[in-house]
């Protein structure tokens, strides 16, 4: 349960006696403010005048060197539009409006009347500089010739600081251009006089005139730098002096005590004294913002007591005021919003500001009581709140040691984690419908909660993608059956085909579901096949006996021709033969079944009857009919599986029999000469020696099959 939260009586009273000034510091204040309002002059602004040489000097100068007509020296100066300190404005006067502000107490000061600021312009001359010895007013520059003005220019043209040299710039720029046109009039009245024509002649640029323009223009890309230099100095005083007019309306707006904005404020006065020049577009606007924002000060500080007491009266009404909603409070039905309330009203107590000092501690223990009520109410309210929160955390451990549980089981099959699913499910919605618990664990239960759920069902996912994968690998299982099926549907060899079939449907069934798309589809598929065969195989015994007559008949014949065969005396060819009886009796139907066995002794007789006479032993024959038997199987999927088993069975068969006649053997050398030892050996040989022709089959049944085409 949270900690109740109030406003400590203490610290009401500490904020008021912070609020309350003294009277003897407003006194004080008020008594140095005037002193310091008194005491400001008129703000002047002192800028060096380096704008006033036109931009096109070069350009004059190119014109006053060019030939012309017998204009005066006096026109040529004005048409130059030659700078001339004396031409500048010595002052300017500006009017500027002062709007109404409102002050940091609430209460408007009075829109100012216009006001005249008279600025002055002002060059200023470092007494420090090299050239401060030279005395312009001294130097009669009237009387230089050509060659002295441009001597006179030289020594001063590489000085940086443009205050120091532009008026005597002005001086020898006017002089040599006087004395430059008088050159050229000279000149050309002496080729005139010289006889010569006058429309011919041109004149060129002498060695003067160009170590002149020479000279200026290193002056003017001084003048240049100067002027940029001094530019942006203004501009980072004027920024300086904007960031102070910002300052004094913060501190104009401060809530500070009076003794602390008094000594900001003259720190920001000092400061504004310190800054230089500003930009001449902003002097004015600059200097009655400033002008405005100390005055607006000044009637901050000049606030009088009826005013203050008026503040405290208001103040009062309104913490009265808090103090009959808190009461209001005692009534409200929700204990959350009531106590949210009361903490809004304690912000509101505070921000409202002292009230009359005979009615503080009456009216600050009216709102301590009522508050003291309202958290006594919510103490109540929690008690019982963190009481039943306590029952909810036993009821969700409790339901996470479900969760846990559900976790450990184990489940392997669609239904166990449908059922397991389903528990989880009803664990949730139980969970949802128990309240909080106590907030402190309340996050960590449901972490706890929420971790088990996370987990359950990232065991069942990787479950369903493990039985997904399963469920295609069976897929691809069936379509395997489903081909070799369709490989066995036409086949007329009813009994082995019959037997194929019915070890696919078995291992169909030990196969396990396969994708639901799926199911229907390779399952029809596989029974059509299945079906197929099993109809034909119907339909050929339906109609068996009508051809059992026939084939009794072929195998009579058959017989008799095998009796009176003559062999040769070729032991490969008679095999051949033997291989060959061996085939047509197999090509030949279904007899009636009461001559089956008759017949099949018979045939046997026959044949044993040539094998005796040929000499030709067991192993041979059965050899032979193996690989018969072999070489009728179909090539199906189904047939190199029962070859791939056969040869590993023979392999396996042929390597223990292997050891079994070693082992005999060797038992055999170990038996003594004696009538009941010499049974046991005669017995012992005659297991080895049919152990030896077995395993004379199996060897060349295995050769049988590694020779095979199929498999």
């Known amino acids: 349960m949270e900690k109740e939260k109030s406003l400590p009586e203490k610290d009401a009273v500490e904020l008021e006696i912070t609020e309350n000034q003294p009277a003897e510091l407003i006194n004080q204040v008020e008594g140095e ?4 309002k008194h005491s400001l002059p008129d703000e002047k602004q002192v800028e060096p005048d380096t704008q006033s040489e036109s931009s096109t000097d070069h350009d004059l100068i190119n014109e006053a060197f060019l030939p012309t007509e017998t204009e005066s020296v006096e026109a040529t100066l004005k048409d130059e539009n030659i700078d001339d300190p004396a031409s500048d404005l010595d002052q300017m006067d500006v009017m500027v409006p002062i709007t109404s502000v409102s002050s940091s107490e609430g209460h408007k000061i009075e829109k100012k009347s216009v006001e005249k600021i008279k600025t002055e312009k002002y060059v200023p001359v470092d007494d420090d500089d090299n050239l401060s010895d030279i005395s312009y007013d001294d130097v009669d520059i009237d009387s230089y010739s050509r060659e002295q003005i441009v001597e006179a220019l030289a020594e001063i043209v590489n000085e940086t600081d443009i205050s120091l040299i532009k008026k005597k710039i002005t001086s020898l720029k006017v002089a040599f251009l006087r004395e430059n046109k008088i050159a050229r009039e000279k000149k050309r009245e002496e080729f005139i006089a010289a006889g010569g024509n006058i429309e011919e002649y041109v004149t060129d640029l002498d060695n003067i005139e160009e170590k002149f323009k020479a ?4 002056y003017k890309q001084n003048k240049a730098k100067f002027n940029k230099s001094q530019e942006e100095l203004k501009l980072q005083n004027l920024e300086l002096k904007k960031q102070i007019l910002e300052e004094l309306k913060v501190l104009n707006n401060s809530e500070e005590t009076l003794k602390k904005t008094y000594d900001e404020f003259k720190i920001l006065q000092e400061r504004w004294k310190e800054i230089g020049i500003v930009p001449q577009a902003e002097i004015n606007n600059l200097w009655q913002s400033y002008h405005f924002l100390v005055e607006m000060f000044f009637d901050k500080v000049k606030i009088n007591k009826e005013l203050r007491d008026l503040d405290l009266r208001k103040n009062l009404e309104l913490k009265v005021e808090l103090c009959e909603k808190t009461e209001e409070l005692l009534i ?4 959350t919003k009531s106590f949210k309330e009361l903490q809004n009203f304690h912000e509101q107590w505070k921000k409202i500001g002292p009230v009359p000092m005979d009615v503080k501690d009456d009216i600050w223990e009216r709102f301590k009581q009522a508050t003291d009520k309202i958290n006594e109410r919510r103490r109540e309210f929690y008690g019982d709140l963190h009481e039943e929160q306590t029952k909810n955390l036993e ?4 339901l996470c040691e479900q969760a846990e549980e559900l976790l450990e089981t184990e489940s392997n099959t669609l239904k166990e984690w449908q059922e397991q699913t389903d528990k989880v499910n ?12 106590p907030k402190k664990v309340n996050d960590e239960v449901w972490k706890r909660f929420k971790s088990l759920l996370n987990g359950f069902f990232e065991i069942k996912k990787e479950f369903y993608s493990k039985l997904k994968e399963q469920q295609l690998n069976n897929y691809n299982k069936k379509l395997d059956l ?3 099926a369709e490989s066995l549907r036409d086949s007329d060899d009813w009994k082995k085909t019959t037997d194929d079939l019915i070890n696919l449907q078995k291992e169909w069934k030990t196969l396990g579901p396969v994708p639901k798309k799926y199911s229907d589809k390779v399952w029809k598929r596989f029974r059509a096949a299945c079906d197929d065969f099993f109809n034909k195989k119907a339909k050929y015994y339906s109609n068996i006996h009508i051809h059992e007559e026939a084939n009794l008949n072929q195998k009579i014949e058959l017989i008799q021709k095998i009796k009176n065969y003559s062999f040769g005396a070729d032991k490969k060819q008679n095999l051949v033969v033997f291989k060959d009886f061996q085939r047509e009796w197999m090509q030949i139907g279904h007899v009636p079944i009461k001559e089956k066995e008759k017949l099949q002794v018979e045939f046997r007789k026959a044949i ?6 040929l000499k030709i032993n067991q192993t041979e024959i059965n050899t032979i009919n193996y690989k018969s038997k072999i070489e009728n199987l179909s090539d199906s999927p189904a047939t190199r599986n029962m070859i791939y088993k056969e040869r590993s069975f023979l392999s396996n068969k042929i390597s223990k029999m292997k050891e079994d006649i070693n082992l005999w053997e060797n038992n055999v050398g170990f038996l003594a000469n004696s009538k009941n030892a010499n049974l046991l050996k005669a017995e012992f040989e005659k297991k080895i020696e049919s152990a030896k022709n077995d395993l004379a089959l199996m060897e060349s049944k295995l050769k049988v099959l590694n020779s095979a085409d199929i498999g």
Do not use: R
Not at 608 to 613: D, G, I, T, V, Y
């Open 395 to 398: 009821a969700k451990l409790a």
């Open 215 to 218: 000279l200026f223009d290193i």
């Open 426 to 437: 009803k664990l949730l919605e139980e969970w949802k419908s128990i309240g909080p618990a």
């Open 608 to 613: 044993n009857a040539h094998l005796e006479h």
């Open 482 to 484: 489903c081909l070799q």
């Open 332 to 335: 409200e039905p929700s204990i």
């Open 33 to 36: 403010m005037d002193e310091i």
